[in-house]
């Protein structure tokens, strides 16, 4: 048993509070390699904002769980070498499925973990939702759970439609859970392929397709409901377009890949939504920057060769979604 304070970490109940106050969203990038990591912790050193590191099972299962965890140890220390003094870093379980799972992040020195019981029926959800929150707050570490249900595919966790969080449930679940921050449905949902062309118009002009709008009044219901209470957004990668067309120019094949507009996000970064998870994002610049380097030097075989440019890529996205969409910069 480690406690995330012995590794430096922190746990995200001060940082939800101030995002909350200050009408911006904290980052939750998820790793499960080495040079996202470095591109996370370059990103938030050098625009000194707080960042959520995100684990989930499908990465720890390709990684190792003792190697990311030590890994975000690391993190730690090579953002204090970079000049961060006080680095505010959270170790976070994306997705966690059953209390096992969380007891285990928990007791390796997660600082936060999110019980994803939204699949289940709404008392099982409480009460799963509950056990862990018991469990976790004996170590201070903080709970996301979610309420409603995202459509699309991400690591192990799929579903085929989603429905949106029922804002008249919201009080009852978080007051019975004791959850520290809820991750609601209101219309974002996971991958590059968030919407099926018959849900979206399409641009004339470009032929893109254009998705149909996050449900505001949704969100702004649930924070009358809950004034002040952290509210999560998952399935918020923007799946910029460049990286597809670079994608598709050189050997892939991403038809019709299409994300949430940013606008929608900053909007959302000032209401009570004080954690943006973007994971989708990061794997199309990394497979934009390989694929570049595959076409333009076929005799490369370094991987530190097209790796780099991938985690230079990674890092310029990340420190674009700091500044300009979530407005965490210089909050850390
Ligand atoms: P994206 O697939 O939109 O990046 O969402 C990631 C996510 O929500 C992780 O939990």
């Known amino acids: 048993m480690v406690s995330f304070k012995e590794i430096g970490l922190v746990n995200t109940r001060e940082m939800f509070k101030k995002a909350v106050a200050g009408g911006y969203a904290i980052p939750a990038f ?3 390699n080495m040079e996202q990591l470095q591109a996370i912790i370059m990103a938030a050193a050098e625009t000194k904002s707080p960042v959520i590191l995100q684990v989930s099972k499908g990465a720890r299962n390709y990684a190792n769980q003792t190697l990311l965890r030590y ?10 070498e970079l000049g961060w003094e006080k680095p505010q ?3 976070h379980l994306d997705h966690g499925d059953s209390f096992e799972l969380c007891k285990s992040c928990v007791d390796m020195g997660f600082s936060s973990v999110m019980i994803d019981a939204s699949s289940l029926p709404y008392e099982d959800n409480i009460a799963l939702t509950k056990k862990v929150v018991d469990y976790a707050h004996q170590h201070d570490v903080t709970v996301e759970a979610e309420l409603g249900v995202l459509a699309g595919v991400e690591d192990e966790v799929a579903a085929e439609e989603s429905h949106y969080t029922r804002p008249e449930e919201v009080i009852d679940f978080a007051t019975r859970t004791g959850c520290d921050s809820l991750a609601i449905s209101i219309g974002t949902s996971h991958g590059a392929y968030k919407f099926k062309p018959e849900q979206c118009t399409r641009d004339p002009k470009t032929g893109r397709l254009v998705p149909p709008p996050l449900a505001f009044d949704v969100l702004h219901e649930i924070e009358k409901k809950l004034p002040g209470f952290p509210i999560v957004l998952h399935g918020s990668s923007s799946v910029p377009q460049n990286y597809v067309d670079i994608i598709n120019a050189n050997g892939g094949k991403l038809p019709d890949a299409v994300g949430i507009p940013e606008e929608q996000l900053r909007e959302a970064s000032k209401s009570a939504v004080c954690k943006i998870n973007i994971d989708s994002d990061s794997r199309l610049a990394m497979t934009a920057a390989v694929r570049k380097v595959f076409a333009e030097k076929p005799g490369e075989f ?10 230079d890529e990674m890092k310029k996205l990340y ?3 700091i500044v300009n969409v979530l407005g965490s910069n210089g909050k850390a």
């Open 71 to 80: 890994m975000a140890e690391g993190a730690v220390e090579y953002a204090k």
């Open 30 to 32: 998820n790793f499960n």
């Open 302 to 311: 370094d991987p530190r060769k097209y790796l780099g440019p991938a985690r």
């Open 89 to 91: 870093i959270v170790l």
């Open 319 to 321: 420190m674009d979604k």
